[in-house]
């Protein structure tokens, strides 16, 4: 921002010329009038400068953010536990393979071969730092700048973006400032091997690109799913690197193992319906009390009463949820069931994503996952997402402005009607153009790479624009030529 101070001579000017109850008053004038309007700036753990702010936002940002706490933490051994050493701890150790991490540093090709496996085995990898300790400082600074600058992030609530359980959780569309895109370009020239492999192709479209934030009191999510692919062999990839040492208390995104995987046989949805199985073999009230089933499976009446309800119940997923718990000396995620203490009966469904500092989660669209509860402070990503080449993805949100972004009315086959109901996903009809759905894909290839800036740093207009409109892509403020002067598309 502009730098206002005024100078210091017409101060020392005026003192020259007055009496001592004169001066005094001109020494008050001039200091409050320096006061009000010098921009002053805060210096974080990482030497970055942040913008003045308003007592709103000074609040979040000495309180459940904590903008100005260290990005790394200072024990080596804590930090060795995190994702990004390449050092499988525990139960991992048990991964055939080479486990869910790849090192992008001189891998070349065997990167991209490595990347391909890992999401067909687990739907998700870890990679070394993809940006240097210095570069994840500069970036983290500048998007908590520009998120400090937008409305939503002074109200009490704390929700920007189309999010589940949007508390204290900020999904902040980017422009191309010089940092975001000096970041962006370091991030894919080393993972450029990893999605050619990944799409066969260097015509993968650019559809999402944020600063996903969460701060202190942020809920841990449900578990799901971003999107599903209604063409064949169409992908949705999504990259989250972490600017800051990320340990599981910052709410990293747990991700679950496809199923089967070299751990267990089962993945998360399958593993909660295991339940109602157990208390099938017990078949007896009292047994199914002692392995503290009871409140499940047991009626008012105290008789058997095992549901045959389709799927899982709430009562069930919940329950479920209340004995999954995150090992952090190897970060994975298991339920323990109540009945046994032994570590041989859990169940490993996945790992909390908690990354060093500058290393890169990287999943596919349809693994199940959820973002973790934040009781700690700031935890800043840069995130964005590759599609094939005019792929038509359904569920996602696609985060991104619109001037990156290519919408169309797509009209759809039988056979893509059908994928999408049993995806449980919408679809529009008229009577002219029958049933069709939106199509969103990006105006950057990843063939367009290394890309240029397009904004400054300092320019902060962009940011509160667009931010409802561009939700969901629902309506039309034609940039795209579907000519609906703003109406819902």
Not at 107 to 118: K, P, Q
Not at 218 to 232: L, T
Not at 314 to 335: G, M, P, Q, S, Y
Request: aromatic share 8%; proline share 3%.
């Amino acid at each position: 921002m502009r730098d206002r101070r005024p100078r210091a001579r017409p101060v020392k000017s005026a003192l020259g010329r007055c009496i001592l109850p004169v001066c005094v008053f001109f020494a008050l004038f001039w200091l409050s009038r320096a006061s009000s309007e010098t921009e002053t700036g805060t210096i974080t753990a990482s030497g970055a400068s942040l913008s003045k702010s308003s007592t709103s936002t000074q609040k979040r940002d000495a309180g459940s953010c904590d903008v100005h706490a260290p990005t790394r933490l200072r024990q080596r051994e804590r930090r060795e536990r995190l994702f990004g050493w390449g050092r499988a701890q525990g139960a991992l150790r048990l991964l055939r393979g080479d486990g869910i991490e790849i090192k992008l540093r001189n891998a070349g090709r065997s990167a991209g071969r490595g990347a391909v496996n890992r999401l067909d085995k687990y739907g998700f990898f870890v990679t070394d730092p993809v940006l240097s300790e210095s570069e994840a400082d500069i970036t983290r600074a500048h998007l908590l700048d520009l998120l400090r600058s937008s409305k939503t992030y002074a109200e009490d609530e704390g929700c920007l973006g189309d999010l589940a359980d949007c508390t204290e959780r900020f999904d902040l569309s980017l422009r191309l400032t010089k940092t975001v895109t000096r970041a962006v370009n370091s991030i894919v020239s080393k993972l450029k091997p990893a999605l050619v492999e990944i799409f066969d192709s260097e015509d993968a479209e650019l559809v999402e690109l944020s600063a996903l934030i969460t701060c202190a009191g942020s809920p841990e999510q449900r578990v799901h799913s971003d999107a599903d692919s209604i063409g064949n062999g169409d992908r949705l990839i999504s990259v989250f690197v972490s600017l800051q040492d990320t340990t599981a208390d910052l709410g990293p995104t747990n991700v679950f193992f496809n199923s089967p995987n070299p751990i267990t046989d089962f993945d998360y949805f399958s593993a909660s319906q295991m339940l109602r199985r157990v208390a099938e073999e017990l078949n007896n009230t009292d047994t199914i009390r002692e392995h503290g089933l009871g409140d499940l499976y047991i009626n008012a009446t105290g008789m058997l009463d095992i549901t045959s309800e389709e799927g899982v119940t709430k009562a069930e997923l919940d329950f479920f949820n209340a004995h999954v718990r995150v090992d952090e000396t190897d970060n994975t995620i298991a339920f323990y069931p109540p009945w046994s203490d032994a570590a041989s009966d859990r169940l490993i469904l996945g790992v909390v994503g908690a990354t060093r500092q500058g290393s890169a989660l990287v999943y596919d669209s349809r693994t199940s996952h959820r973002g973790g509860r934040n009781t700690r402070g700031a935890r800043v990503q840069l995130m964005f997402s590759f599609q094939s080449k005019r792929a038509l993805i359904s569920g996602s949100t696609f985060t991104m402005r619109r001037r990156y972004q290519r919408v169309e009315r797509l009209p759809l086959t039988l056979i893509q009607r059908a994928t999408m109901r049993a995806f449980g996903q919408e679809f529009k009809t008229s009577p002219k153009a029958g049933a069709w759905t939106l199509r969103t894909g990006g105006k950057i290839r990843l063939r367009d790479f290394p890309l240029r800036p397009d904004a400054s740093d300092r320019e902060r207009e962009w940011v509160n624009e667009d931010l409802v409109r561009s939700t969901n892509n629902e309506r039309d403020f034609d940039v795209d030529g579907l000519h609906l002067d703003g109406a819902d598309i």
